[in-house]
C-alpha cells in the first residue's frame, strides 16, 4: 500500500510553498529519512525525507508547482512492495531506460533555462553538490555554444572578429526568499519615517584586545574571537541603557521589549537572512560567536528554520565583509533601529595635535524617526562608539 508524502506544516505566516527539488525520482531506492523533496517558501527551505526503506510510486507535483500546506506531492512504498513497484514499471528499451537513469539533476531556474534554449541536459556539465546542474551551468553552456567557430580561411575579414556572438539574456523567476525580502524592504521604506545617523569608530582598542587574548580564547572556548561579538555586546549595553532604541511601533502604542533580541543579516546563496541571537543580554562572547557560526554555517546549506529567523528587536548588518566602507541599512519591521558596520580602513587621524595613522571604520545607524528622535539615535550610537573604543566600559559599567 503506497502512502501520501506530504508539504510540511506551515507556520501561520506562511501561505504556501513550491517544490524547489526532487532529490529522488519515481522507482529510484532509497533508505529511511533520505531527502525526497526541497519545499520553499518565504523565509525558509523545508525537506521532507522518506518515511522508511523504499521508493517513490508517484509524483503529484512536480518542481515549480505551489503546494499547500499539508498537501500530498507524491506516493511512497516500502521495502519489497517498492521493488516490485520498480519491475512493474514499464519501459520502452532497456537502453532508453539507462539513458534516463543518467540524465542530470537541474535546478528548476536551470531547467526552465534549458527548457526555453533547447539544450539536451545531460550535455551540460553540473558543477553543483552532487553534480547537480545549476543556472549559471547553464548560462555558461550557452556561451560556450555560441562562441563562433574557428573561421576556415586563412585570412578572416577584420570585421568578423567584432562578432563574438549572440547576446543571450535569461529571464528567471525569482526564489520566494528573494520576493519577500524585497517586498519587506519596500514596505520598511513606505512605512516608516526612516533615517540614518553616521559616526566612526577607532578599531585599535579592539583589535589590540582580539590579537592579545584571540589564541586563549580559541583555546578555551573552541571558537575564533571576532569583531562581531564586540559589537553585539556594546548594542546590547547601549540598547539597556536607552530602552527606546529597543522598542518598536504597534499601532498607536510602543512596546518596550525588556529583553535584547539582536538579529544578525547573513548573506546566503538564496537571499538575505536574518538569524536571531536570543536573549543576548545573558550571552558571552564565546556564546555570541559560536552562535553567530552555527547560522553561518546553517545559511549556507539552506537549513534555517522559521524558529531561527522570527522576532527581533535590534539588527546588525555588516557589509563591511564585503568591502563596503559606508551605506545606509534599511530596517527591518517592526523593529526601530539597525545598525550598519562597514569596512575596516586605515586613515590619517588627529590626535591630540598630532597625525596619526588609525584603523576607523564608520557605523552607520538607521532608525524610525516616528519613535525615535535625533538625540537619542545619535546619543545611542556615540554609546556604542564610546564602549567599543573602551572595551573596560562594557565591564566596568560606565
Given at each position: 500500500m503506497a502512502t501520501e508524502i506530504k508539504a510540511p506544516t506551515f507556520p501561520e505566516s506562511v501561505a504556501d510553498g513550491t517544490v524547489a527539488t526532487w532529490h529522488k525520482k519515481v522507482g529510484e531506492p532509497c533508505l529511511r529519512d533520505d531527502l525526497l523533496v526541497d519545499i520553499e517558501t518565504d523565509?525558509?527551505?523545508?525537506?521532507?525525507?522518506?518515511?522508511?526503506?523504499?521508493?517513490?510510486s508517484d509524483i503529484s507535483k512536480s518542481e515549480g508547482d505551489v503546494v499547500l500546506s499539508g498537501e500530498v506531492v507524491g506516493l511512497f512504498v516500502e521495502g519489497a512492495v517498492a521493488q516490485a513497484a520498480v519491475a512493474e514499471t514499464p519501459s520502452a528499451e532497456p537502453a532508453a531506460a539507462v539513458s534516463e537513469a543518467a540524465?542530470?539533476?537541474?535546478?528548476?531556474?536551470?531547467?526552465?533555462?534549458?527548457?526555453?534554449?533547447?539544450?539536451?541536459?545531460?550535455?551540460?556539465?553540473?558543477?553543483?553538490?552532487?553534480?547537480?546542474?545549476?543556472?549559471?551551468?547553464?548560462?555558461?553552456?550557452?556561451?560556450?555554444?555560441?562562441?563562433?567557430?574557428?573561421?576556415?580561411?586563412?585570412q578572416p575579414e577584420p570585421m568578423a572578429a567584432a562578432f563574438v556572438g549572440e547576446r543571450v539574456e535569461q529571464r528567471v523567476p525569482m526564489t520566494r526568499l528573494r520576493a519577500k525580502v524585497a517586498e519587506r524592504l519596500?514596505?520598511?521604506q513606505q512605512n516608516a519615517a526612516m533615517l540614518t545617523t553616521f559616526n566612526e569608530i577607532n578599531m585599535q582598542p579592539v583589535m589590540d584586545l582580539r590579537a592579545r587574548y584571540?589564541?586563549?580564547?580559541?583555546?578555551?572556548?573552541?571558537?575564533?574571537l571576532g569583531f562581531m561579538s564586540f559589537f553585539v555586546k556594546a548594542c546590547v549595553e547601549?540598547?539597556?541603557?536607552?530602552?527606546?532604541?529597543?522598542?518598536?511601533?504597534?499601532?498607536?502604542?510602543?512596546?518596550?521589549?525588556?529583553?535584547?533580541?539582536?538579529?544578525?543579516?547573513?548573506?546566503?546563496?538564496?537571499?538575505?537572512?536574518?538569524?536571531?541571537?536570543?536573549?543576548?543580554?545573558?550571552?558571552?562572547?564565546?556564546?555570541?560567536?559560536?552562535?553567530?557560526?552555527?547560522f553561518g554555517k546553517k545559511a549556507s546549506e539552506g537549513k534555517l528554520g522559521i524558529d531561527d529567523m522570527t522576532g527581533g528587536t535590534f539588527t546588525i548588518s555588516n557589509g563591511g565583509v564585503f568591502g563596503s566602507l559606508l551605506s545606509t541599512p534599511i530596517l527591518n519591521p517592526p523593529q526601530s533601529a539597525i545598525l550598519g558596520m562597514h569596512k575596516i580602513q586605515e586613515r590619517p587621524m588627529a590626535v591630540n595635535?598630532?597625525?596619526?595613522?588609525?584603523?576607523?571604520?564608520?557605523?552607520?545607524?538607521?532608525?524610525?524617526h516616528r519613535l525615535l528622535d535625533g538625540k537619542e539615535a545619535v546619543t545611542f550610537l556615540v554609546t556604542i562608539k564610546e564602549l567599543l573604543e573602551d572595551p573596560a566600559r562594557m565591564l566596568l559599567d560606565v
Open positions: 523565509k525558509v527551505v523545508l525537506e521532507v525525507v522518506a518515511p522508511a526503506d523504499g521508493a517513490l540524465q542530470p539533476i537541474l535546478s528548476p531556474a536551470a531547467r526552465r533555462m534549458a527548457d526555453q534554449n533547447d539544450l539536451d541536459h545531460a550535455a551540460i556539465a553540473g558543477t553543483g553538490r552532487g553534480g547537480r546542474v545549476t543556472k549559471e551551468d547553464v548560462v555558461r553552456h550557452v556561451a560556450e555554444q555560441s562562441a563562433p567557430e574557428p573561421a576556415v580561411a586563412p519596500v514596505q520598511a584571540k589564541d586563549q580564547f580559541e583555546k578555551r572556548h573552541g571558537v575564533r547601549a540598547l539597556r541603557r536607552h530602552p527606546i532604541v529597543n522598542a518598536s511601533i504597534d499601532g498607536n502604542d510602543i512596546v518596550y521589549h525588556g529583553y535584547q533580541d539582536i538579529g544578525v543579516a547573513v548573506s546566503s546563496d538564496r537571499g538575505l537572512v536574518v538569524p536571531v541571537l536570543r536573549n543576548t543580554e545573558n550571552m558571552s562572547l564565546a556564546d555570541i560567536e559560536a552562535t553567530i557560526r552555527e595635535g598630532k597625525v596619526e595613522i588609525l584603523p576607523m571604520m564608520y557605523l552607520a545607524l538607521s532608525y524610525d
